[in-house]
């Protein structure tokens, strides 16, 4: 994924314990190791004036940049509270990888920190999965939110824990009112259905788009299924593929978004994911928008390229599950707030895209 790009706009630019959920209660790790099936943790939903702890697992943030944080929060009646190393800097990363795995540790042992957002994406989330204490997360669950890099943590932890995380907004994203409302809506308040509705963007660059709403959504594959949400940024994703964080498909409704990556990456990554089997076994895939993703005209490429059209029909159309492209989630604006774990429910024909559960008690 290129996102230094994306990243260095956004930067300039810029709760205690849970309870076991009883139905369809396991979940399976696939990965080298042999892991124990999982039963999915709810955590307790969030309250005005909770004090959240702000980690950076990936790359490094500034003080301007908790500031941008703070008022984002204060915006949905949160605190933010620094993490002990929120500020330290070692080249590209928000610290050295023991340092970030402290704060990580800090804020899910902390009586008094109902959640955590993760600051901003960018890199290293990977490099501290083994470092991480997983029964110290399980046995103190609490809402925990990011996305692009920070895909490789929510995977992790649900995986190995059962804990359900939350693909959303980071600290410095914009926090606008079609991101709050559903950051309220699904983290504060317990809903056995929300229907998420998109907005899709000027940056959905795909042409031609089928939709009866004309809201820029592509009907790839018709039909309609219920699973359980996974998935997140599509590079990361892959980068998960046979570790001992990778994930189990079956039952799962996989969502999928990108920025900066050119149509032939994108083939690559989607054929690793068909070879591995996850869209063999999976329900549906439902994909956000993904940014910056047509190879430029200016590219010597160019004439030889697919379009990013062209690579979705071809890698998605024959799979013969539910697939959809145009979503409000990735690097947009207009973010919905993704619960990893949660059953929900797409019917491409009708433009239908619920959560059939409350992700949070």
Do not use: W
């Not at 329900?283 to 940014?291: I, Q, R, W, Y």
């Not at 989630?329 to 207009?334: A, E, K, P, S, V």
């Amino acid at each position: 994924m290129n996102r230094r790009k994306f990243l260095k706009a956004s930067t300039i630019s810029v709760i205690s314990a849970g309870l076991i959920s009883l139905d369809q209660p396991f979940l399976f790790s696939q990965s080298k190791s042999k892991s124990k099936d999982r039963r999915i943790i709810k955590p307790k939903r969030l309250k005005e004036d909770d004090r959240i702890g702000i980690i950076a697992p990936a790359s490094f943030i500034t003080e301007e940049d908790f500031e941008k944080i703070k008022t984002n929060l204060e915006g949905i009646g949160l605190f933010a509270v620094p993490s002990k190393n929120l500020f330290k800097k070692i080249g590209y990363l928000a610290g050295d990888d023991k340092e970030r795995v402290e704060d990580l540790h800090e804020m899910f042992s902390r009586k008094d920190i109902a959640g955590i957002f993760c600051a901003r994406g960018g890199y290293g989330t990977p490099r501290i999965l083994k470092m991480i204490d997983y029964d110290l997360i399980r046995k103190n669950p609490k809402v925990i939110v990011g996305y692009s890099d920070i895909t490789a943590l929510l995977i992790a932890i649900f995986v190995k824990t059962g804990l359900i995380t939350f693909h959303g907004a980071v600290g410095i994203s914009t926090f606008n009112d079609f991101t709050k409302n559903y950051i309220k809506r699904v983290l504060f308040e317990p809903e056995n259905y929300l229907e998420l509705i998109s907005e899709p963007e000027i940056s959905n660059e795909l042409e031609n788009t089928t939709s009866s709403t004309g809201n820029g959504i592509l009907k790839i594959s018709s039909g309609k299924v219920e699973g359980r949400l996974i998935g997140g940024n599509l590079s990361l994703l892959v980068s998960l593929l046979g570790t001992d964080f990778d994930f189990n498909p079956e039952n799962k409704i996989i969502f999928l978004e990108e920025v900066g990556e050119e149509p032939y990456r994108i083939d690559r990554m989607l054929t690793q994911l068909i070879n591995a089997k996850k869209l063999e076994k999976c329900k549906a895939v439902v994909m956000g928008v993904f940014s910056n993703c047509e190879i430029k005209k200016e590219n010597p490429s160019f004439q030889d390229s697919f379009t990013l059209r062209e690579v979705l029909f071809d890698r998605l159309g024959s799979l013969g599950i539910p697939v959809i492209y145009g979503l409000s989630f990735g690097h947009i604006r207009n973010k919905f707030t993704l619960p990893i774990g949660t059953r929900a429910m797409i019917d491409v024909d009708n433009e239908k895209f619920a959560l059939i559960e409350s992700a949070v008690i």
